[in-house]
């Protein structure tokens, strides 16, 4: 059973930054795509950024220059670092590897 726990989420100003972590039970994160998404209040879950095992990256064009998808395999977590962090940007963000997925941590950009 593979458990994925995010962190990191909170209420930041527009501008702002956060740094989010995924972490895994396991070291299912080395052989494997995994993606960040977000959910906004009344919308659907979209997909944020993958990273594959190779280090390849992939972003949503709205978060291209100021999203960043990183991982460290030794800790068997992955990072997404926010910033320039917009109103729009506000959504519950979820870690996704394989069938896998986190319960969430949610993140408020607002004045």
């Known amino acids: 059973q593979v458990q994925l726990v995010e962190s990191g989420g909170g209420l930041v100003q527009p501008g702002g930054s956060l740094r989010l972590s995924c972490a895994a039970s396991?070291?299912?994160?080395?052989?494997?795509?995994v993606g960040w998404y977000r959910q906004a209040p009344g919308k659907q879950r979209e997909g944020v950024a993958a990273i594959a095992s190779d280090g390849t990256t992939n972003y949503e064009d709205s978060v291209k220059g100021r999203f960043t998808i990183s991982r460290d395999n030794a800790k068997n977590t992955v990072y997404l670092q926010m910033n320039s962090l917009k109103p729009e940007d506000t959504a519950v963000y979820y870690c996704?590897?394989?069938?896998?997925w986190g319960k969430g941590t949610l993140v408020t950009v607002s004045s």
């Open positions: 996704n590897v394989a069938n896998w």
């Open positions: 396991g070291s299912i994160f080395v052989n494997n795509v």
